[in-house]
């Protein structure tokens, strides 16, 4: 299993930035996808969650109404659309998969919202 993210880095606030996470190793359109993100400091905590034919997501908080997840099974790939974001959305964010009970993570890849 691979989980590969792209697209981070430096925005200033207000701004938009989208996540891609390439997929492979498994029947990706079996599964459910995720990100999490991990601020420095504190725990991973889960951002946007959605289903394997991409009808049912979820989301915190924190990120309902700024954040998109959505899914592209022919391209194995799961996005993060990131709008109006706040300087607290810093962190590291993971695109993760629960694959027959073992967890799957990314490698990770920073998102910095600062003027």
């Known amino acids: 299993v691979q989980l590969v993210e792209s697209g981070g880095g430096l925005v200033q606030p207000g701004g938009s930035l989208r996540l891609s996470c390439a997929a492979a190793?498994?029947?990706?359109?079996?599964?459910?996808m995720n990100w999490y993100r991990q601020a420095p400091g504190k725990v991973r905590e889960l951002v946007a969650g959605?289903?394997?034919?991409?009808?049912?997501?979820n989301y915190a908080g924190s990120v309902k109404g700024r954040f998109t997840i959505s899914r592209d099974n022919a391209k194995n790939t799961v996005y993060l659309q990131m709008n109006s974001l706040k300087p607290e959305d810093t962190a590291v964010y993971y695109c993760?998969?629960?694959?027959?009970?073992?967890?799957?993570w990314g490698q990770g890849i920073q998102v910095t919202v600062s003027s």
């Open positions: 190793g498994f029947t990706f359109s079996y599964y459910g």
């Open positions: 993760h998969a629960r694959i027959r009970g073992t967890s799957y």
């Open positions: 959605i289903t394997s034919a991409g009808g049912s997501t």
